[in-house]
């Protein structure tokens, strides 16, 4: 019996190269989820081109707050212009110095854009570089997600935010002795992905049941042997994290020599073979 599962490629409208190379494999089913920086300067033009897409694949809010420029006024009245990256931003939040009050203006501003520009909510929610489960971060996420579900109960708002997900990234104890992925994979489990689950678990939030996509990207080239792991440890409704693109020379992206492996191997004959092989699909959009 095949199993289902999400194949979801990060960083849309992070530039046109990524961009571009998401809508191609989303369009020829290639990948079946999408996770959106709305935060970046190309998402205003780049948005409208998810309309080919939105009724075939999960589009969700890929949460910044380590690179670019804040959406909310609070954020820039109280933490600054401009994100500092993600060391700044992981000190601040275990050492408790973020200000939570700015944090949910500026996960609410994210949202917001989301949905102004989509005019849906988004079908899943996920953290640009797993910030969404750090401390301060996660009680903030879960603070603006009780206030969305509070319009649940207003006839008058047809939005379904029951329909939203959060990604976790904890497959459980096996992910700390775990050497396939290391340390990145025990570093993701120790800040805050072991308390994320237990919190989305206690609230009820829908999640994946497994997830993968960690290795070192310098690797790329070897690919395939990396998505075959991905698949031997995914159960049926887990979710692989991927980084497509075409080849770019985009010097902010400290991906871009990587991405089109990725890409190349999710457009080959030999991808629909391996998910053949393992018995997965790509879950539908439309699918309980």
Not at 170 to 192: E, H, V
Request: glycine share 6%; charged share 25%.
């Amino acid at each position: 019996m095949s199993k289902t599962i999400m194949l979801c490629a990060d960083d849309f409208a992070q530039n046109e190269a990524i961009s571009e190379g998401i809508l191609s494999l989303a369009q020829l089913k290639r990948i079946n989820a999408i996770s959106c920086l709305v935060n970046s300067p190309y998402w205003d033009e780049l948005y409208g081109e998810l309309e080919r897409v939105k009724h075939s694949s999960f589009i969700g809010l890929h949460l910044n707050l380590t690179d670019g420029q804040p959406r909310s006024a609070i954020w820039r009245k109280l933490e600054g212009e401009h994100f500092t990256g993600l060391p700044n931003l992981l000190k601040k939040a275990y050492l408790r110095q973020l200000n939570l009050q700015a944090v949910i203006a500026e996960i609410q501003a994210q949202l917001d854009v989301f949905t102004h520009t989509m005019h849906v909510y988004p079908d899943f929610i996920d953290g640009h570089q797993h910030i969404h489960q750090f401390p301060i971060i996660r009680r903030a996420l879960f603070e603006v997600h009780k206030r969305q579900m509070g319009h649940v109960d207003n006839a008058e708002d047809e939005t379904d935010y029951t329909a939203s997900f959060f990604r976790n990234t904890y497959n459980g104890w096996r992910d700390l002795i775990s050497m396939t992925s290391f340390p990145k994979c025990q570093m993701l489990a120790l800040l805050g992905g072991r308390r994320f689950k237990r919190a989305l678990i206690r609230y009820n939030i829908p999640t994946n049941t497994s997830f993968a996509g960690i290795y070192n990207f310098r690797h790329a080239s070897h690919y395939r042997d990396y998505f075959r792991r991905f698949l031997a440890k995914t159960r049926d409704g887990g979710l692989i994290m991927c980084h497509p693109g075409l080849q770019s020379q985009d010097k902010h992206d400290p991906l871009h020599a990587f991405r089109h492996h990725e890409f190349n191997y999710l457009m080959s004959d030999v991808f629909l073979s391996d998910l053949e092989d393992n018995s997965f699909l790509l879950k539908k959009k439309n699918s309980s």
